[in-house]
């Protein structure tokens, strides 16, 4: 096991991270607040480079390589936002990427990882495994692999977020993000466990995918073996990362599920009162925050809008025909 990061790390990614990734707004919604009965602020990391969070863990990722290091290039595999997330970096450094995609990938993602001018290896979810096809890129080539959410630095860059949550006004009873592998989440953890220790964690993942909420019910991790497909592509992950459970298994006070439908009518609703573009995924804290699922004594709430990377009938869907 890779060593666990630190608060630490995370203030080193925020040095890192000064002048290149977006310091994203606090949005609000007075129509919001009735719908959820609480005061909501929303994170809208939908406005970060590539309209995902996950270009701080990337950039953060690549930017601490050694001059050799990048030399060698990177491999990583993602469904998207992690694949946009790292082309986007290595174009930024002067940097070769292979990203190790699924042939199902939603069309927009994979055209931002091409326009970063990275290269596209697909693999089929169903018959190949990418873990493996990305290591054997690795080793053929002496490539550096950048895992999605169980790196140190990935990590500590996506905890950039919780430092921006802690500055801010007012100071939160409640953060609530999205779950896949759950890098974001251990991230913005160690910057509010340091910065905001009063702010109580909670997450949200697809019904389907509710692999932390039993993780953090049996007390260890647990690992899906019905794997359905869902709208919420970029956290359909069935298991929670070892270093991220290491940080959420003790920082969670709890794990929310929200259905397509309710995700799809989030991505309506923050169209309508906040004026963003999210994906099903980048809408699953949001769709947990309006479903009435938080503490009654839990009155100001930091809300991450973690993507917006959607395709064009995934959004027609949302805010026309649900």
């Known amino acids: 096991m890779t060593q666990v990061p630190t608060y630490q790390d995370v203030a080193d990614a925020v040095a890192r991270l000064d002048g290149h990734a977006v310091k994203t707004p606090l949005l609000r919604s007075d129509m919001l607040d009735k719908l959820a009965g609480k005061r909501l602020w929303f994170k809208a990391e939908c406005l970060q480079k590539k309209n995902a969070f996950k270009y701080r863990g990337a950039f953060n990722r690549l930017s601490a390589m050694s001059e050799a290091e990048r030399a060698r290039g990177v491999v990583a595999f993602s469904s998207g936002n992690h694949a946009q997330g790292v082309s986007c970096a290595a174009k930024e450094l002067g940097m070769d990427a292979i990203i190790v995609m699924p042939t199902d990938a939603p069309e927009v993602k994979v055209a931002g990882v091409l326009a970063d001018g990275a290269t596209i290896v697909t693999y089929d979810r169903l018959t190949e495994n990418r873990e493996d096809m990305a290591a ?10 950048v895992p999605s959410y169980d790196d140190p630095y990935v990590i500590a860059g996506q905890g950039t977020i919780g430092v921006e949550l802690a500055e801010a006004d007012p100071a939160f009873d409640a953060m609530i993000t999205c779950l896949g592998g759950g890098g974001m989440c251990a991230g913005i953890s160690l910057a509010l466990a ?3 220790p009063q702010t109580h964690i909670y997450g949200a993942e697809p019904t389907a995918y509710n692999d932390h909420q039993q993780s953090l019910r049996a007390g260890k991790r647990v690992k899906l073996t019905d794997t359905p497909p869902t709208l919420c592509d970029a956290i359909m992950t069935p298991m929670p990362g070892e ?5 959420n298994g003790s920082s969670l006070s709890d794990v929310f599920t929200v259905t397509d439908a309710e ?6 609703l923050a169209h309508a009162h906040l004026g963003v573009v999210l994906e099903p995924g980048g809408a699953a804290a949001i769709a947990a925050a309006l479903g009435g699922n938080l503490p ?3 009155k100001t709430v930091a809300v991450i809008l973690s993507g917006g990377n959607v395709d064009p009938s995934v959004w ?5 025909d649900i």
């Open 136 to 145: 054997q890129i690795a080793a053929r080539d002496g490539r550096i692999l």
């Open 296 to 298: 009654d004594d839990v």
């Open 316 to 320: 027609e869907r949302a805010i026309h």
């Open 243 to 247: 270093l991220t459970w290491a940080i």
């Open 194 to 196: 340091e910065l905001s």
């Open 263 to 268: 995700c799809l009518n989030a991505m309506k």
